[in-house]
């Protein structure tokens, strides 16, 4: 059974993409059939998976409005080996059409279904907003890694998403929770990034996930080449820091 998770926060460059790609690639190469689905219409993970967003015949715009099913809109990763669902523009057009369409919210969990054994990961990139598209990602999952950054405004931007996630909870997937939260472009060199995560430590508990992903320059090259960071250079401490991220997650899947 695939185990569903959602890369989700409402603020933007936090390193969900990042974390998406990364978390994929290293999951794939500790053994995991891996599923990436991008659902932002940006096709960031899509291009930082190194498949060609542009080149696209089926994507999961085609799949979320019936026009195709999860085998014919998947693609696999070149570079990560993962399996991808990829995005483009043609995404942001499916806000609009989903509006009308029945089980509006629940598009991409019933694509999924049907692939349920296909997979022992399956993680979700959603927009940096609370969309159709991430309700989407939401309602299919079993539960959310938040990434964030250390620092005071990632704070206020928590505390909405938290109830965010409450509020489906309650009214549409009683599946869902928070699985952890992930530090990233994280520089201990500043007092204040280590006093929120102190915090976070303390408010969160074993919610906050060990793995500390360290601001890298060579995870930030990775994706202009279409290779994600844990391939392009391994001994890179970014890298080693998604290696770590991945053990964890199969470690506390297990305990789900």
């Known amino acids: 059974m695939a185990r569903i998770f959602?890369?989700?926060?409402?603020?933007g460059g936090v390193g969900k993409t990042t974390t998406c790609v990364n978390l994929a690639a290293a999951l794939h190469q500790a053994g995991q059939r891996t599923l990436l689905v991008d659902l932002d219409p940006q096709g960031n993970a899509t291009m930082g998976s190194g498949v060609d967003k542009r080149a696209l015949e089926k994507s999961v715009y085609h799949l979320l409005v019936g026009l195709a099913g999860l085998e014919q809109a998947r693609a696999t990763s070149p570079s990560g080996g993962f399996d991808i669902l990829p995005a483009n523009r043609d995404l942001a057009g499916a806000e609009v059409e989903l509006v009308d369409l029945e089980r509006r919210e629940n598009r991409?969990?019933?694509?999924?279904?049907?692939?349920?054994?296909?997979?022992d990961f399956v993680l979700i990139d959603c927009p940096p907003s609370l969309s159709m598209l991430t309700l989407n990602g939401l309602c299919a999952a079993h539960g959310v890694i938040i990434p964030m950054q250390c620092e005071y405004y990632a704070l206020e931007g928590l505390s909405d998403l938290v109830n965010t996630i409450k509020k489906v909870h309650a009214n549409l997937n009683r599946?869902?929770?928070?699985?952890?939260?992930?530090?990233?472009?994280?520089?201990?060199?500043?007092?204040?990034?280590?006093?929120?995560s102190a915090q976070l430590e303390g408010h969160f508990g074993d919610k906050v996930f060990r793995a500390i992903v360290p601001r890298n320059v060579r995870l930030a090259e990775a994706p202009s080449h279409g290779i994600p960071g844990v391939v392009f250079d391994k001994s890179a401490k970014g890298a080693q820091a998604y290696m770590a991220f991945a053990d964890e997650m199969i470690e506390r899947v297990r305990t789900l």
Do not use: E, H, S
């Open 6 to 11: 959602c890369v989700a926060n409402q603020k």
């Open 108 to 119: 991409l969990r019933d694509a999924l279904k049907a692939f349920d054994d296909d997979y």
């Open 175 to 196: 599946d869902l929770k928070i699985i952890g939260l992930l530090r990233v472009m994280f520089d201990p060199r500043m007092t204040l990034q280590q006093q929120v």
